[in-house]
């Protein structure tokens, strides 16, 4: 009997504090996007692209302003299946890996998608604002901090003329 006693005195131990909620998905394609459009690099690499790449990226564009995620995953999955290694696709279907919350095939995207780019101008700026994002989302500040050292080096200034 005296052990029930005891047991009844026990206090569960407190819950560890949670971290506090990252950003939006919503909010972070918005960083990313930005830091493209932040980029004023003399380098914005456009190769040609199939047409059929074109209407499915930008039908998965529309998708995505619906917030039909699945609908533009599977357009850019197609895409990819056409270009697989399109970076623009490549960085498009990151940044709805965001949205849908898969982390990490955002991450692996945006750098393959670095990987096969120019690794200058508007693109190389937000495969790494991508992995900003997902880092700052993970808590990892270190790996935030380098990646955002890298958003940076995208930049390609121009020749100052006197």
Not at 95 to 105: N, P, R
Request: glycine letters at 6%; proline letters at 8%.
């Amino acid at each position: 009997m005296p052990v029930l006693l005891l047991a009844a005195c026990v206090q569960p131990a407190p819950e560890a504090p949670r971290p506090p909620p990252g950003k939006s998905s919503v909010a972070m394609v918005n960083e990313i996007r930005a830091a493209g459009e932040r980029d004023k690099s003399v380098i914005n690499v456009h190769p040609l692209v199939d047409p059929g790449v074109v209407a499915l990226q930008d039908a998965a564009k529309q998708d995505e302003r619906n917030g039909n995620y699945q609908a533009a995953a599977a357009k850019l999955d197609m895409a990819l299946k056409r270009t697989p290694d399109a970076p623009d696709v490549l960085q498009d279907r990151a940044e709805v890996a965001i949205y849908m919350g898969d982390f990490q095939l955002a991450e692996k995207l945006a750098h393959q998608s670095w990987t096969l780019g120019s690794k200058q101008g508007p693109l190389c700026a937000r495969n790494w604002q991508t992995i900003v994002e997902i880092r700052q989302q993970a808590h990892d500040e270190a790996g935030a901090a380098s990646a955002s050292k890298w958003v940076g080096e995208c930049r390609e200034p121009g020749i100052q003329r006197l």
